[in-house]
């Protein structure tokens, strides 16, 4: 019984995720006039030129380079089929995979360069979807099953399961206060994190959770 109850909710929310990334990212593609509002709006709220926070997110936001994220997911991986989680491994490599390659596929469609000011990190290529958003977010979002799935309860879990939702969103900020993003790059990757981590769950939870059911 919860298995269908898990295969409905995540199927209706995939469908949900997509829909939204499709329509965020074509109306970024078409340069629509509330993404503009939307970027002015925010951009007003987050920009600041406090030097203590510039310098922490400016060390941050490189936790989320391409390689690093890469990194991370390697070691994920090899540690998941090291303990013989292969459902776990799979899924985060359906993911990270999915995710990340689908924002470099993504750049190239759509082209947008990045804020015409001076950037405080150095930053190539194409402005949407972000990856590092993208990726903050995808491996959070995967970080997040495996510890609810392998870890005991206890005062860690409850702590790695409240700071992994909110690591991407202090990642995504700091792509906007060091001038190398747009927020509505920063919103589509998210987006597009979500979307496939959503997909991954659709395609993987009859093995993820067939332990978990009570």
Not at 59 to 78: D, Q, R, S
Not at 145 to 164: A, D, E, H
Request: with cysteine.
């Amino acid at each position: 019984m919860k298995e269908k109850n898990y295969l409905t909710c995540f199927s209706i929310l995939a469908i949900i995720s997509s829909a939204f990334y499709a329509f965020w990212a074509f109306s970024v593609a078409y340069q629509a006039s509330f993404i503009k509002g939307f970027d002015k709006l925010f951009i007003n709220l987050i920009a600041n030129q406090n030097k203590t926070e510039l310098f922490i997110l400016k060390h941050l936001t490189v936790l989320a380079n391409t390689p690093v994220v890469i990194g991370y997911t390697v070691v994920l991986v090899i540690f998941l089929l090291l303990k013989r989680k292969y459902a776990l491994a799979g899924f985060s490599t359906f993911v990270m995979a999915l995710a990340n390659g689908n924002n470099w596929l993504l750049k190239h469609i759509v082209q947008r360069p990045r804020p015409a000011v001076s950037h405080l990190v150095k930053a190539t290529g194409y402005s949407f979807p972000s990856g590092h958003s993208a990726g903050s977010m995808s491996i959070c979002l995967v970080l997040f099953v495996v510890v609810l799935i392998l870890m005991n309860k206890g005062l860690l879990k409850r702590l790695l399961l409240i700071i992994l939702p909110i690591i991407p969103f202090i990642i995504g900020m700091s792509r906007i206060y060091v001038h190398v993003h747009y927020p509505s790059d920063v919103l589509g990757g998210f987006i597009e994190a979500i979307t496939y981590f959503l997909l991954g769950l659709l395609i993987f939870q009859s093995k993820l959770f067939k332990n978990n059911d009570k």
